[in-house]
């Protein structure tokens, strides 16, 4: 039983960084330098809690922003790092931007120019979510599967290292750890037959290779460790939160959906936990890994959090790797008991498939800790739909949550509700306060120990990165990026659409917040509905149409479920080069990869007909909700009626509003 006490998590270094000089030694240390965030979870332990309180309760109805930055990327569902005065930001296909962190100017800039060199890789992956630092180095991981390591001060390359392949479908996007003079990188894409997951240590100073962990045997896929990597150095462990296998692949590997430490010196096995039996897919363990220091029987236990994608909260003692606790924290398709050594043993339930379809879980948008208040902040997601289907779900299908989970009890503490399925990362502060972003724009201040919401901001542009917080001599910030939502969010359709975020007309955004700040946003477009076009050449045939759905499969990461745009990728609806199967055909086979379109120059005739009438039949869905076609421009008298699903929500929101909610009376 735990106690309901909870110590602060403090992880020690045991081994200095090699070569660096005493400064540097604390960056990964739970008792780093609390004016920076060095780190993707600021310390060692992935806490994302920062122990500055200047902006507090009673401050924070004073927080303003201070400065916003326009960056030319395509992504932004990122972390950025903070260090010395200095912002560093890796979005889109890594391209990484110091900036300097009082004044929003852009020290340097460097292009990995993965868009160029990632050829068919561009068929997986959305961008890279962050970076590392250490010894005054940047390690970036790019989606064609280089580790570079860049001088933070000029933005030079030191040294690159080829960690993957170049010719699967294994790309990077989840952000390197570093600790004790190694940087350790995993990889996405193992959801394919012939892809074998594994993570590689490199050594920091010359990029040569240390140790290699695959996480499934010679001749089997999968295990991909696309994004939770947490390294230990008070145990001196390196923990990996595994991947599915691919469908029709064998799910005998030990570590898939799993937990598996490592010693970080060799990488030899320690201990792995699976959370999720039999390789059931969309159920992995590749969300954030929390240390903390809990209080059990009464004396303190070095534990590891996770929330992975089953809907339980999972509590381990990282030692050993023996089960502790665990709890439901959301509702998902399973049916649940516990065995008689306290483990939960989960099947498929036979309410709902065993895919994701209706869950709630927590996804990869990251959590936080608070040695407080003791409770993690979690993102949480309630999703209506399959995610692995084409066909579209209702445009107000989907909400999510802001859950205040308490993990020595194993309940929630409060709860804040969402507006979507999809919502940022949390940071918790030694003010007491959560932030946290949401789809609809908005970026929120809560009170970390009730849940009461004292502060609010409107970013004209969704809100899903990860918040930072750090100093400038005396003075505290809050920083996030912002723009429209990519990844999953990305692809989910109508109930990510319904925000209006467009691809070209809505801003990615580095936004910086401080007390008293005194600037305002950059004018901004307005939410802006899609306008599915229509025409006489294309003549649907719903059979036709049917294939093109299955075709369609291979634009839904970036176009949509149901070629609904989410604002990560134009929507098709809207094009008229997909009425056009000349202008259509070239697109598709030639790509537009300085874009991020990769080509599908394999696309046969029959399937690229099959998919411009999926697409066209789901535009009708739009401009002929009841089957009439309308009439042509010429002869309209007024604008087209448009459906009720299409209305926004509430009234649109004025672009650039720099208004802060007062606390609640």
Same mark, same amino acid.
């Not at 004016?35 to 401050?59: M, N």
């Not at 430490?261 to 929390?290: C, E, F, K, S």
């Not at 307005?526 to 149409?545: K, Q, W, Y």
């Given at each position: 039983?735990?106690?309901?006490?909870?110590?602060?998590?403090?992880?020690?270094?045991?081994?200095?960084?090699?070569?660096?000089?005493?400064?540097?030694?604390?960056?990964?240390?739970?008792?780093?330098?609390?004016?920076?965030?060095?780190?993707?979870?600021?310390?060692?332990?992935?806490?994302?809690?920062?122990?500055?309180?200047?902006?507090?309760?009673?401050?924070?109805?004073?927080?303003?922003?201070?400065?916003?930055?326009?960056?030319?990327?395509?992504?932004?569902?990122?972390?950025?790092?903070?260090?010395?005065?200095?912002?560093?930001?890796?979005?889109?296909?890594?391209?990484?931007?110091?900036?300097?962190?009082?004044?929003?100017?852009?020290?340097?800039?460097?292009?990995?120019? *993965?868009?160029?060199?990632?050829?068919?890789?561009?068929?997986?992956?959305?961008?890279?979510?962050?970076?590392?630092?250490?010894?005054?180095?940047?390690?970036? @991981?790019?989606?064609?599967?280089?580790?570079?390591?860049?001088?933070?001060?000029?933005?030079?390359?030191?040294?690159?290292?080829?960690?993957?392949?170049?010719?699967?479908?294994?790309?990077?996007?989840?952000?390197?750890?570093?600790?004790?003079?190694?940087?350790?990188?995993?990889?996405?894409?193992?959801? /394919?037959?012939?892809?074998?997951? !594994?993570? =590689?240590?490199?050594?920091?100073?010359?990029?040569?290779?240390?140790?290699?962990?695959?996480?499934?045997?010679? &001749?089997?896929?999968?295990?991909?460790? %696309?994004?939770?990597?947490?390294?230990?150095?008070?145990?001196?462990?390196?923990?990996?939160?595994?991947?599915?296998?691919?469908?029709?692949?064998?799910?005998?590997?030990?570590?898939?959906?799993?937990?598996?430490?490592?010693?970080?010196?060799?990488?030899?096995?320690?201990?792995?936990?699976?959370? =999720?039996?039999?390789?059931?897919?969309?159920?992995?363990?590749?969300?954030?890994? /929390?240390?903390?220091?809990?209080?059990?029987?009464?004396?303190?236990?070095?534990?590891?959090?996770?929330?992975?994608?089953?809907?339980?909260? !999972?509590?381990?003692?990282?030692?050993?790797?023996?089960?502790?606790?665990?709890?439901?924290?959301?509702?998902?398709?399973?049916?649940?008991?516990?065995?008689?050594?306290?483990?939960?043993?989960?099947?498929?339930?036979?309410?709902?498939?065993?895919?994701?379809?209706?869950?709630?879980?927590?996804?990869?948008?990251?959590?936080?800790?608070?040695?407080?208040?003791?409770?993690?902040?979690?993102? =949480?997601?309630?999703?209506?739909?399959?995610?692995?289907?084409?066909?579209? $779900?209702?445009?107000?299908?989907?909400?999510?949550?802001?859950?205040?989970?308490? +993990?020595?009890?194993?309940?929630?503490?409060?709860?804040?509700?969402?507006?979507?399925?999809?919502?940022?990362?949390?940071?918790?502060? @030694?003010?007491?306060?959560?932030?946290?972003?949401?789809?609809?724009?908005?970026?929120?201040?809560?009170?970390?120990?009730?849940?009461?919401?004292?502060?609010?901001?409107?970013?004209?542009?969704?809100?899903?990165?990860?918040?930072?917080?750090?100093?400038?001599?005396?003075?505290? !910030?809050?920083?996030?990026?912002? &723009?429209?939502?990519?990844?999953?969010? &990305?692809?989910?359709?109508?109930?990510?659409?319904?925000?209006? %975020?467009?691809?070209?007309?809505?801003?990615?955004?580095?936004? #910086?917040?401080?007390?008293?700040?005194?600037?305002?946003?950059?004018?901004? +477009?307005?939410? =802006?509905?899609?306008?599915?076009?229509?025409?006489?050449?294309?003549?649907?045939?719903?059979?036709?149409?049917?294939?093109?759905? #299955?075709? !369609?499969?291979?634009?839904?990461?970036?176009?949509?479920?149901?070629?609904? *745009?989410?604002?990560?990728?134009?929507?098709?609806? /809207?094009?008229? $080069?997909?009425?056009?199967?000349?202008?259509?055909?070239?697109?598709?086979?030639? &790509?537009?990869?300085?874009?991020?379109?990769?080509?599908?120059?394999?696309?046969?005739?029959?399937?690229?007909?099959?998919?411009?009438?999926?697409?066209?039949?789901?535009?009708?869905?739009? /401009?002929?909700?009841? @089957?009439?076609?309308? +009439?042509?421009?010429?002869?309209?008298?007024?604008?087209?009626?448009?459906?009720?699903?299409?209305?926004?929500?509430?009234?649109?929101? +004025?672009?650039?509003?720099?208004?802060?909610?007062?606390?609640?009376?």
């Amino acid at each position: 039983m735990i106690s309901a006490r909870v110590f602060a998590p403090l992880l020690v270094l045991h081994a200095a960084l090699v070569g660096a000089a005493d400064k540097d030694k604390p960056l990964l240390a739970d008792v780093a330098d609390p004016r920076d965030w060095p780190a993707y979870g600021r310390t060692a332990s992935e806490a994302r809690f920062s122990p500055l309180d200047a902006i507090q309760r009673d401050t924070v109805p004073r927080l303003r922003l201070a400065w916003a930055l326009n960056l030319d990327v395509s992504s932004a569902s990122v972390t950025p790092l903070a260090v010395g005065g200095v912002i560093y930001v890796a979005a889109g296909y890594s391209i990484v931007h110091a900036v300097d962190a009082k004044t929003g100017k852009v020290l340097w800039r460097w292009d990995s120019e *993965a868009v160029k060199q990632s050829g068919a890789k561009l068929r997986r992956g959305w961008g890279v979510r962050g970076l590392a630092f250490a010894q005054g180095r940047l390690f970036v @991981g790019t989606h064609d599967g280089r580790l570079v390591a860049l001088d933070a001060k000029k933005g030079a390359v030191v040294w690159t290292a080829a960690t993957l392949p170049p010719d699967d479908t294994s790309y990077i996007s989840g952000a390197p750890r570093v600790m004790n003079g190694k940087v350790f990188i995993g990889f996405g894409g193992a959801e /394919t037959i012939g892809v074998r997951g !594994y993570v =590689t240590a490199y050594d920091a100073l010359t990029g040569q290779q240390v140790w290699r962990f695959h996480t499934v045997p010679e &001749g089997a896929s999968g295990g991909g460790v %696309w994004n939770a990597i947490t390294v230990d150095p008070e145990l001196n462990r390196v923990y990996l939160g595994v991947g599915n296998a691919p469908p029709g692949a064998p799910t005998t590997p030990p570590y898939l959906n799993s937990i598996v430490a490592l010693d970080a010196t060799t990488g030899a096995y320690a201990w792995h936990y699976q959370t =999720t039996p039999d390789n059931v897919r969309g159920y992995d363990a590749a969300t954030d890994i /929390t240390l903390a220091t809990l209080a059990i029987d009464g004396a303190p236990r070095k534990v590891l959090l996770q929330a992975p994608k089953n809907g339980f909260f !999972y509590v381990i003692d990282r030692v050993q790797g023996k089960f502790i606790s665990a709890q439901k924290f959301a509702t998902v398709n399973w049916a649940s008991r516990v065995d008689p050594s306290g483990k939960p043993a989960l099947t498929p339930s036979a309410e709902g498939p065993e895919l994701p379809g209706g869950a709630g879980a927590h996804g990869v948008s990251p959590q936080s800790f608070s040695p407080r208040t003791g409770l993690v902040y979690l993102p =949480t997601i309630e999703n209506p739909r399959d995610p692995k289907a084409d066909v579209d $779900s209702p445009g107000e299908g989907g909400s999510g949550f802001l859950t205040a989970w308490d +993990p020595v009890k194993q309940r929630v503490a409060w709860q804040i509700p969402t507006p979507g399925p999809f919502n940022g990362g949390s940071l918790v502060t @030694g003010g007491d306060l959560v932030f946290h972003g949401q789809a609809d724009g908005y970026i929120n201040g809560y009170d970390a120990a009730g849940g009461r919401k004292l502060w609010s901001f409107y970013a004209a542009s969704a809100a899903l990165g990860a918040p930072i917080s750090f100093a400038v001599g005396k003075q505290q !910030y809050i920083a996030i990026m912002v &723009g429209p939502p990519s990844g999953v969010p &990305g692809n989910a359709g109508a109930p990510m659409a319904r925000f209006h %975020w467009d691809y070209k007309l809505h801003p990615r955004r580095l936004l #910086a917040f401080t007390l008293d700040g005194s600037a305002q946003l950059p004018p901004t +477009p307005s939410p =802006t509905m899609a306008r599915p076009l229509d025409g006489p050449e294309v003549a649907v045939d719903p059979a036709i149409a049917k294939q093109g759905q #299955a075709v !369609y499969a291979r634009c839904r990461g970036c176009h949509g479920a149901g070629a609904v *745009a989410a604002g990560n990728a134009p929507d098709l609806r /809207t094009l008229p $080069s997909v009425i056009n199967a000349a202008a259509f055909a070239t697109v598709v086979r030639g &790509g537009l990869e300085t874009r991020g379109m990769p080509a599908f120059a394999e696309v046969s005739d029959a399937e690229l007909e099959s998919l411009r009438q999926f697409i066209r039949e789901r535009a009708r869905l739009v /401009t002929r909700p009841d @089957g009439v076609a309308p +009439p042509p421009p010429e002869a309209e008298s007024a604008p087209a009626p448009t459906t009720e699903t299409e209305q926004p929500a509430e009234p649109p929101k +004025p672009p650039g509003s720099l208004e802060s909610a007062p606390p609640p009376q």
